[in-house]
């Protein structure tokens, strides 16, 4: 099946820095991921939809100065947490949908494991 | 627009016994289903989908599911619960094409008790 990928998995990290966590699809080409967080016990909220070399569509309210999206390659985005702050201490998830490789369907979204990043 | 609405954000069962976990949507182009599976600190996994053709949907590890127009619901069942099946459940829909942004109910948490 379709894998997906997501490194680091656990970040800790001083308040102010940033930190990046790439999403990579292992073995499909995704020309759209998403990124989610998820605040504990509640379910994902959308940040941003990132297609393959433009620039990523930002949910309403999300600062997209803050979390900067890179969908440079057809299997690999990034997502940056700039000055990061206690707040933005959260689970984040990517998800990819499959690019017509036939071991993918277009109609699904494949997840990544997330990401927990606590800001101290 | 398009939203879901899981009922119960809580459902306990005994180990064997019938799970159903529900979940209604709303939208107004026909939908694309989802019901995924978290457990905990990991990431999502397809349980199954519905997207068009039969209504009952059978996914992995014996959960099924069936789309129900008349009454906007694709409930989740199992005929008999596992004590690995305790986890969180979420249902979501998008519309036809897949690569609309998925939306989410806020989840189910089941508990499995021997």
């Not at chain 1, 620039?55 to 390659?73: C, M, P, R, W």
Request: aromatic content about 12%.
């Amino acid at each position: 099946g379709a894998v997906v990928s997501q490194h680091p998995s656990r970040v800790i990290c001083k308040s102010g820095t940033s930190v990046k966590i790439e999403c990579r699809s292992l073995d499909f080409q995704a020309t759209t991921m998403f990124w989610y967080r998820q605040f504990p016990k509640q379910s994902l909220m959308l940040m941003a939809t990132s297609n393959e070399g433009s620039k990523a569509t930002y949910e309403q309210g999300v600062e997209k100065d803050k979390f900067l999206i890179n969908h440079a390659s057809l299997t690999l985005s990034t997502l940056t947490v700039t000055s990061a702050h206690p707040e933005d201490s959260s689970f984040y998830i990517c998800s990819a949908f499959g690019g017509g490789d036939r071991r993918t369907s277009t109609d699904t979204q494949y997840f990544g494991p997330g990401t927990r990043l606590t800001v101290l | 627009a398009q939203s879901v609405t899981q009922l119960g954000s809580h459902v306990s069962v005994s180990e064997g016994a019938l799970v159903l976990l529900r979940c209604n949507y709303s939208s107004s182009v026909p939908p694309y289903l989802f019901w995924y599976v978290q457990y905990p600190n990991q990431g999502l996994q397809l349980l199954l989908k519905y997207t068009t053709g039969a209504t009952l949907v059978k996914g992995i590890n014996g959960f099924e599911a069936e789309f129900k127009k008349s009454e906007t619901s694709f409930h989740l069942t199992k005929p008999s619960a596992h004590m690995s099946d305790a986890a969180e459940y979420f249902c979501a829909v998008t519309s036809s094409g897949g690569y609309n942004k998925l939306i989410f109910g806020a989840g189910t948490r089941l508990a499995v008790h021997p």
